[in-house]
């Protein structure tokens, strides 16, 4: 019963997935081994939508408890109306955190779902102004020796990228002389004309931040992410006007409100929409940075990002993040290619296009 909406959701099923990273990682701030994903499938009419969100195993009870019942029965094609009840049935449990990310597995896989029951791509329902996006390598974890960096590095510059990113911020900002050391290796592996952008991941306290973001001037970086806590957007605002790099943060919005109290302190807007509660929430964020004059940068699962990303007209890039870089295409069919530092849409596959592959059973915990 494809090319219409008008048919109730009938199941909604989770799933969780855990690949192990090749080695372990470790960015300023936290250090890891493996990346979850929680997978959201919900069918209608005869289709299949899928939806997912790197976070915990418990964000699958949540949907299964909290969620699936919320969505049974609705319309497919109503996600603002489903999107607003899930939210309505998790005000005890808290808006922010896994219930955000939960919301975000469902609602995408709902708007997937629609646009396949239409028989259209993603894109093209959600308003396509593009049908590719430009990407931006990151990774450059602290974990990494010089040699893997640089390898790392070539690896972005090969796909065509014309920006890349690096972590700092090392152990809380305890080893800034080995983030200024690997900042100066990655712009002299890159050269001039390509961006430079290093992460802190909240790393720094506001001096520090200040101080060293002159130096990360000196050597063109154009980024500066979360120089200090996104919990200070006081903070952002005083590293972002002492420095001439842009300052970066909002990859823990998780609703507009949150959005909103960003906005002031940043250049750019971080949204993450398996995180922001899905396409349905990343619109209204994106929107309102855009009446701030500020653009949108899309952060990790750049998979997911890539039909919200061609929708955005204020959008400025899309976070090729290494863990999921490789692990999207292990997880999932129909993962879009990145080719000339762009991230390319498929306009004629139904929905986003991505299914579950048959080897994501081998990585399967729940
Ligand atoms: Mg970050």
Same mark, same amino acid.
Request: glycine share 10%; hydrophobic share 45%; charged share 20%.
């Given at each position: 019963?494809? *090319? ?7 199941? @909604?099923?989770?799933? +969780? ?7 372990? /990682? ?14 959201? /499938? ?18 699958? #009870?949540? +949907? ?6 919320? +969505? ?14 899930? @939210? ?7 808006? *922010?955190? =896994? ?22 791509? =993603?894109?093209? =329902? ?6 590719? +996006? ?22 972005? &510059? *090969? ?36 961006? =430079? ?5 909240? #790393? ?20 500066? /992410? ?26 823990? @919005? ?23 509660? *899905? ?55 129909? @993962? ?8 390319? &849409? ?21």
């Amino acid at each position: 019963m494809t *090319g219409r909406l008008g048919v109730g959701v009938t199941e @909604v099923r989770t799933a +969780v997935y855990t690949v192990p990273t090749p080695e372990p /990682e470790a960015d300023g701030t936290l250090a890891w081994s493996a990346t979850t994903a929680v997978t959201v /499938e919900v069918s209608a009419g005869g289709c299949t939508g899928l939806g997912w969100s790197y976070t915990s195993p418990a964000t699958a #009870g949540i +949907v299964d408890e909290h969620l699936a019942g919320v +969505v049974r029965g609705r319309d497919a094609g109503d996600t603002a109306g489903s999107w607003e009840a899930m @939210v309505r049935a998790c005000r005890n449990l808290g808006r *922010g955190g =896994l219930v955000s990310h939960a919301i975000a597995a469902v609602d995408i896989a709902l708007w997937d779902l629609a646009a396949r029951l239409l028989d259209v791509a =993603l894109v093209a =329902l959600l308003g396509a102004s593009r049908t590719s +996006v430009a990407v931006y390598g990151s990774g450059g974890f602290t974990t990494q020796s010089d040699a893997e960096l640089r390898a790392q590095l070539e690896g972005w &510059l *090969g796909l065509g990228c014309t920006a890349v990113k690096i972590k700092v911020g090392e152990s809380w900002g305890a080893r800034a002389e080995r983030d200024l050391a690997r900042a100066r290796l990655a712009r002299e592996v890159v050269g001039d004309t390509v961006e =430079l952008m290093v992460d802190a991941n909240g #790393g720094y306290r506001r001096g520090q931040a200040r101080r060293l973001g002159r130096r990360y001037d000196d050597l063109g970086v154009t980024w500066f /992410e979360e120089p200090v806590s996104s919990d200070d957007p006081a903070g952002l605002a005083v590293v972002r006007d002492a420095l001439r790099c842009d300052v970066a943060a909002g990859e823990y @919005v998780h609703s507009l409100a949150e959005a909103a109290r960003l906005l002031p302190a940043v250049d750019c807007l971080q949204l993450d929409v398996t995180r922001c509660a *899905g396409y349905t929430e990343w619109r209204r964020c994106a929107a309102f940075a855009a009446a701030a004059g500020l653009d949108v940068s899309a952060h990790c699962a750049p998979s997911l990002h890539a039909p919200i990303a061609a929708a955005t007209p204020s959008l400025r890039h899309v976070e090729l993040f290494a863990d999921h870089a490789r692990l999207e295409p292990m997880l999932f069919t129909g @993962v879009p290619e990145v080719r000339g530092g762009r991230l390319h &849409l498929d306009p004629d596959a139904p929905g986003h296009g991505m299914r579950l592959s048959a080897q994501a059973q081998s990585w399967r915990t729940a």
